[in-house]
């Protein structure tokens, strides 16, 4: 029977080789044949909401699999077991984790706590050998960032960022365009992230687990979202916070921030990240020459898409599992993102994070 590599290697080379061959042609191609490389063997750390949602997309993934488990939780460690397949010998609990250090069955970790639990997770990770995935925001601080990206080196492992957006094809598309020359040169982002937060009991809510508010969660989106759609770092950030539920909204978790930035190129980008507000979710890129609209913009999907020139036609793919196949390709092949989702990048919107936070609290421009 042939494998996958030989019949690439026999068969279609000659076909994807051909230079005038369409790159989406090029992918519906491989996508045809069976997969027979390497599969990224995958521990989820942190069996709740998102891990839920990462644990059922990866049931469609070629190159990433779910072989461990670590929980705080006997009862959903046995009942994710059996839903997934996971072999008990591959389940930890928090204390105990740093066995991993000696199963080869895991090649990665991926830490889906609340964030106030991040460093210290990856860096035990870090320790033990593997290599992480962090989701977003990868710390509370830069400061804390900063030990994560250096333990990760120091340990010789590889640090991830959950960004999937930095796969999702639509955003791909729009970047393609603004790089293309499409847009001409970038003079404004909007970025509007938000939605109206339930439970004051819950982690999201606790400064100490969360390590802010609204910010953290989900305006780090539009701090993202402006970086790889204007294509510069900022330079120096303003912002302003508002609050209509003190009670719900304590000390240092903030309800709503507008903030701008300004980027080198003289591009400004206005933004708000707010827990007040149901369905916020837009950019906006505007050139000296046309537009890009993606609304919604960074949901799970489908992301939909415009410019100037009618609408953006790109296929909707689980997000998560298109992230997890690409880290899988990262890892093996060393294939480079088009936007980065390392660690260095994590840290990067964790510095504007404070930058932004400072500049509340003095009500001055704060330069990055
Ligand atoms: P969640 O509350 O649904 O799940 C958190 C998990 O961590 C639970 O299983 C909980 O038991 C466990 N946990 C371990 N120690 C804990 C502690 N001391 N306190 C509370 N819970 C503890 O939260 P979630 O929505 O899954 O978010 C987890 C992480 O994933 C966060 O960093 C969040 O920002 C991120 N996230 C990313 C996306 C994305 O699209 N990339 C989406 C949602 C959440």
């Not at 240092?252 to 701008?260: L, R, Y």
């Not at 997890?324 to 990048?345: C, N, T, W, Y």
Request: aromatic share 8%; with cysteine; hydrophobic share 40%.
């Amino acid at each position: 029977m042939k494998t996958r590599r030989s019949f690439i290697q026999t068969v279609a080379a000659p076909i994807l080789a051909l230079p005038l061959l369409d790159n989406e042609i090029r992918e519906k191609l491989l996508a045809d044949i069976p997969y027979d490389g390497p599969v990224l063997k995958v521990a989820l750390m942190g069996l709740g909401g998102y891990a839920t949602i990462v644990a059922n997309a990866m049931q469609s993934c070629t190159k990433a699999k779910i072989t461990g488990l670590i929980s705080g939780t006997p009862s959903k460690l046995t009942a994710w077991q059996s839903k997934y397949g996971v072999d008990p010998k591959n389940c930890y609990t928090y204390q105990d984790f740093d066995a991993i250090k000696n199963n080869k069955d895991i090649d990665i970790v991926y830490v889906i706590t609340p964030n106030g639990l991040h460093k210290d997770q990856v860096i035990r990770v870090a320790k033990a050998g593997k290599h992480v995935i962090c989701e977003k925001p990868m710390a509370i601080n830069a400061a804390e960032g900063k030990q994560m990206v250096d333990a990760c080196a120091k340990a010789g492992v590889k640090l991830f960022v959950g960004y999937r957006l930095h796969f999702e094809a639509t955003t791909l598309e729009v970047i393609r365009l603004r790089k293309a020359g499409e847009f001409g040169s970038i003079r404004f982002f909007q970025g509007l992230s938000g939605f109206k937060i339930g439970d004051p009991t819950q982690w999201r809510l606790d400064k100490k687990l969360a390590g802010g508010g609204s910010m953290m969660d989900i305006g780090i989106y539009s701090i993202n979202g402006a970086r790889y759609m204007v294509g510069e770092e900022p330079v120096w950030v303003t912002a302003q916070e508002t609050k209509t539920d003190p009670v719900k909204f304590k000390e240092g978790v903030d309800e709503t921030i507008t903030f701008q930035m300004g980027f080198p190129s003289g591009a400004i980008a206005s933004c708000l990240s707010t827990y007040a507000m149901n369905h916020l979710d837009r950019f906006f890129l505007d050139g000296e020459k046309g537009f890009a609209e993606m609304l919604p913009s960074t949901g799970y999907g489908p992301i939909k898409g415009k410019t100037n020139n009618g609408e953006i036609t790109q296929p909707h793919v689980t997000h998560q599992a298109k992230q997890m196949d690409e880290l899988a390709e990262i890892i093996f092949s060393a294939k480079q993102p088009v936007v980065p989702v390392d660690g260095g990048e994590g840290l990067k919107d964790l510095r504007i994070i404070d930058a932004i936070f400072e500049a509340v609290r003095t009500g001055k421009k704060v330069m990055i």
